[in-house]
C-alpha cells in the first residue's frame, strides 16, 4: 500500500501556510488519536520550525484511553504541548480553550494589546480540523464532514474579540514510503475512499484484529470461529451475518469490506490505537 497523493490544491495550501506563518502567534496542530504518529504531516515541522504549537489528540473517544494517556506523557517529556479530547463528543473542548487563553496571556511585544492572538489549525485530512474549530466559537462556521477533502481553501474565523483561527485544508505529505502508515491512514479515513482498494484494506484490518481484538469480531458479527481463519473467510463471514449478499445468497465481499471499515471507523468494534508511543 504504497501511495502517492498531493492534489494541487495541497501544493499551493503549503505555499501558502509557509507565507502566513509570519502573522501567526500559536500553531494548533490536529491529529488523530488512533494514530498520533502516522497522523502527523513530517513536513509541519519544517514549516512551522520555532512557531509555539499545540499538538491536539482529536477523536479520543474512539482510541485506546491508557495508549492516549502514555502519548500525551510522550509529547510533554519532549517538552511539546499537548492535549486531548473528542470534537465530536465535545469532550475535552475547555482545556484547549484555557490553554489558548493562557497563551494570549503570554504574549509579549508592542502589538499585545492591539492586535488578536493568531492561530492557525493544520493537520492532514479528515483529522477534524473544521469540526475543531466549530467547537471552540460555539457555531457552525466552517463545513465539516466525514471523509477528507472537505475544506476547500483557507479561512478566518474570529473566536472571540481577542482571537483569531486560520482553518487550513488538510495537508498530507507527497509519497507514503511505509506501508504501515498507508494502511493506518487508509483505515482510520484519512485518504479519500476512490483511491483505495477497500478489499485489500478490509484484509488488513482482519488479519489486525483477528490477533488484536477477536472478541470483537465474535460479539460484532457473530462468528465463531476467528482465531486462525483467513482473513477472507472472515470476510465472508461477516458479509453473511451483515445481509451482504449476492443473488445466489453467497457473501459479497466488496460489500462485507465497506461495512467493516464503516464500523471500525465509527468504533463500533471497540476503541483502538494503531500507533504505540515509545518506550522512552
Do not use: C
Amino acid at each position: 500500500m504504497t501511495l502517492q497523493w498531493y492534489p494541487g490544491q495541497m501544493a499551493k495550501a503549503r505555499l501558502y501556510l509557509k507565507k502566513m506563518l509570519r502573522l501567526i502567534d500559536l500553531v494548533v496542530e490536529i491529529r488523530d488519536a488512533r494514530i498520533p504518529e502516522s497522523s502527523q504531516n513530517p513536513e509541519i515541522d519544517a514549516l512551522v520550525g520555532d512557531k509555539p504549537r499545540l499538538v491536539v489528540l482529536n477523536k479520543e473517544d474512539l482510541a485506546d484511553r491508557e495508549l492516549t494517556t502514555l502519548w500525551l506523557k510522550h509529547f510533554r517529556k519532549r517538552g511539546v504541548d499537548a492535549l486531548s479530547l473528542s470534537t465530536l463528543q465535545g469532550q475535552g473542548v475547555k482545556k484547549v480553550t484555557s490553554f489558548i487563553r493562557s497563551r494570549k496571556g503570554q504574549r509579549r511585544g508592542r502589538f499585545q494589546g492591539t492586535r488578536p492572538l493568531r492561530i492557525m489549525v493544520v493537520g492532514i485530512p479528515n483529522v477534524g480540523k473544521s469540526t475543531f474549530i466549530n467547537r471552540l466559537s460555539g457555531q457552525r462556521v466552517v463545513r465539516t464532514g466525514d471523509r477528507p477533502g472537505i475544506t476547500r481553501g483557507e479561512q478566518w474565523v474570529r473566536l472571540a474579540r481577542d482571537i483569531e483561527l486560520l482553518d487550513t485544508i488538510g495537508l498530507l505529505w507527497p509519497k507514503f514510503d511505509s506501508p504501515e502508515v498507508a494502511f493506518k491512514l487508509a483505515v482510520t479515513g484519512a485518504i479519500k475512499y476512490e483511491l483505495l482498494d477497500d478489499y485489500a484494506l478490509a484484509l488488513k484490518l482482519l488479519e489486525y484484529l483477528r490477533e488484536q481484538a477477536p472478541g470483537s469480531l465474535k460479539e460484532r458479527y457473530g462468528l465463531e470461529g476467528v482465531e486462525g481463519v483467513q482473513a477472507e473467510e472472515l470476510l465472508l463471514g461477516i458479509g453473511e451475518s451483515r445481509g451482504a449478499l449476492k443473488r445466489g445468497g453467497e457473501a459479497e465481499p466488496e460489500r462485507a469490506a465497506e461495512i467493516l471499515l464503516v464500523d471500525f471507523r465509527q468504533g463500533k468494534l471497540g476503541n483502538f490505537t494503531l500507533d504505540v508511543p515509545p518506550l522512552t
